[in-house]
C-alpha cells in the first residue's frame, strides 16, 4: 500500500515485454539488486523486476531456467481465476445478488423510478436500487458503483479527518479508484492519498487500518523500522487487522445473513 504514484510513472516508464515460448512476461527495470519474477494470482500475468542495467538477454535465460515454474503456476492460478469466478460471479446489478457494505451483506433490490437514480440503504439490510425502466446492466452497476464511490469516501473523510489530527499530518487529496494489488497508495510530495474501491465492503476496522496507514506514509515512505514504530504507536493491532484484510474474502458463511 505505500507505493506512490511518481513511483508508478517511473514504473511505466522503464517496462518492457518478452516473449518466451508462448509466455509473455512484463519486465520492470527499476532500483533493486536482484531480478524477481511473479505470477499474478489474480489473473495470471507474469511480471519480472529487474536491475536497472542488467541486460535483456541475462534476464531473457533467467525467465527461461524457471519457464517450467512459470507456466505451472501460471495455470494454477488461471485455475483458481475460472474456479472463482464460478463461485462468485461478478455482479449484474440484480435482485437477489448479495453486495458487501461495512463488512456487511447487503441484498439487493432494484425497482422502476422515473427520478434520478440512485441507491437506497434499509433497516433491513436491503440495498433498494431505483433505476429507470429499462435500465440495462450497465445502467444499474453505474449507479452502484457511484453509491459505492460516495459511501466509500464519506467514511474515508470521517476516519481520516480524525486520524490526520492524532497522527499530526494534513492529507491535501483523497481519491477513490479500482485497484488490482493495492489498498492504498499515497504521494508523500503531494499528500495525495488514494483508496482502493474494494474497501466498501470492508469493515470498519479494515479502512481505519489503511487509512492509518497512508497518513503515516505521509511521514516516512518506507515500511522501515520508524513505519512500524508509527503504526505500533497509533494502531498496536494493526498487524491482525493486515492480516484479516489480506485474508479470503468474503466470509462465505455469513452470506446467507441478508
Do not use: K
Amino acid at each position: 500500500t505505500g507505493t506512490t504514484e511518481q513511483e508508478e510513472v517511473r514504473v511505466a516508464a522503464t517496462a518492457q515485454v518478452l516473449d518466451l515460448d508462448g509466455v509473455t512476461v512484463a519486465v520492470t527495470r527499476r532500483s533493486v539488486r536482484r531480478a524477481t519474477l511473479r505470477v499474478h494470482a489474480e489473473d495470471g500475468r507474469v511480471t519480472l523486476s529487474a536491475p536497472l542495467r542488467t541486460p535483456t538477454r541475462d534476464l531473457e535465460r533467467f525467465v527461461r531456467e524457471h519457464l517450467d515454474w512459470v507456466v505451472s503456476e501460471r495455470e494454477r492460478a488461471l485455475e483458481e481465476a475460472r474456479r472463482e469466478a464460478t463461485l462468485h460471479p461478478p455482479p449484474r446489478g440484480l435482485d437477489g445478488e448479495v453486495w458487501w457494505w461495512s463488512g456487511r451483506p447487503w441484498r439487493l433490490e432494484s425497482r422502476e423510478h422515473a427520478g434520478r437514480p440512485r441507491v437506497v440503504p434499509m433497516a433491513d439490510r436491503r440495498l433498494v436500487l431505483h433505476v429507470a425502466a429499462g435500465a440495462t446492466e450497465a445502467d444499474r452497476l453505474a449507479v452502484l458503483d457511484r453509491w459505492q464511490r460516495r459511501a466509500l469516501r464519506g467514511a474515508a473523510l470521517t476516519t481520516m479527518r480524525a486520524w490526520s489530527e492524532r497522527i499530526g499530518v494534513e492529507p491535501a487529496f483523497l481519491g477513490i479508484r479500482r485497484m488490482t494489488t493495492r489498498w492504498g497508495s499515497c504521494v508523500p510530495s503531494t499528500g495525495r492519498i488514494w483508496l482502493n474501491l474494494e474497501l466498501v465492503a470492508r469493515p470498519p476496522s479494515q479502512l481505519e487500518l489503511v487509512v492509518v496507514h497512508e497518513l503515516v506514509h505521509l511521514i516516512t515512505r518506507t515500511h522501515g523500522q520508524r513505519f512500524q514504530r508509527l503504526m505500533d504507536r497509533h494502531l498496536p493491532d494493526w498487524r491482525a487487522r493486515q492480516t484479516e484484510l489480506d485474508g479470503a474474502w468474503p466470509p462465505t458463511a455469513s452470506v446467507d445473513a441478508a
